[in-house]
């Protein structure tokens, strides 16, 4: 048997994003119970600054923990991808909040920091030049 390990592909990629993104939504809608409870169950109000910083919060938490515990959030584990560093050791607390800040970025860019891995001729997106990280795909061959 010999590992192997590549470049995951676009495909496998907005799969790992899509099962993700439901299992943060539902974190999100879960850690939006205390601020309400914490506010006699009223509403929050629409834009308030303090509870967005507060959901983007737990949404670094979400991603930070998975990405420092064994490189992979749920939807990377099912689709067998990892996160590690460029050297292929685990990352870190500061990898994993410039990876998380700079995905940010690269969406409000309309997706461009995503496509670069794709335009670029070492297949790294932007979060993954500035933290110092690449996403793998691990395969074991049956030799």
């Known amino acids: 048997m010999t ?10 990629l907005l ?13 999100l809608l879960f850690a939006a119970v205390i601020p309400v409870a914490l506010n ?4 929050i109000q629409a834009g308030n600054p303090i509870f967005l910083l ?5 949404s670094l ?16 584990r099912a ?6 560093g460029q050297s292929q050791v685990a990352i870190t607390w500061k990898q994993a909040s410039i990876r998380f800040c700079v995905a940010i ?11 670069w891995q794709w335009l670029s001729k070492d297949k790294l997106s932007w979060h993954d030049l500035m933290s110092g990280t690449q996403l793998i795909v691990h395969k074991v061959d049956k030799k």
């Open 40 to 43: 006699q169950g009223e509403a």
């Open 61 to 76: 938490f979400f991603y930070g923990w998975f990405w420092t515990h064994g490189g992979q959030t749920l939807g990377m």
């Open 3 to 12: 590992d192997t390990n590549t470049r995951p592909g676009p495909i496998r």
């Open 54 to 58: 507060y959901l983007l919060m737990v």
């Open 15 to 27: 799969m790992v994003m899509t099962y993700d993104f439901l299992l943060l939504l539902s974190a």
């Open 105 to 115: 970025l690269s969406w409000l860019c309309l997706g461009l920091g995503f496509l």
């Open 79 to 84: 689709w067998k991808v990892y996160l590690v």
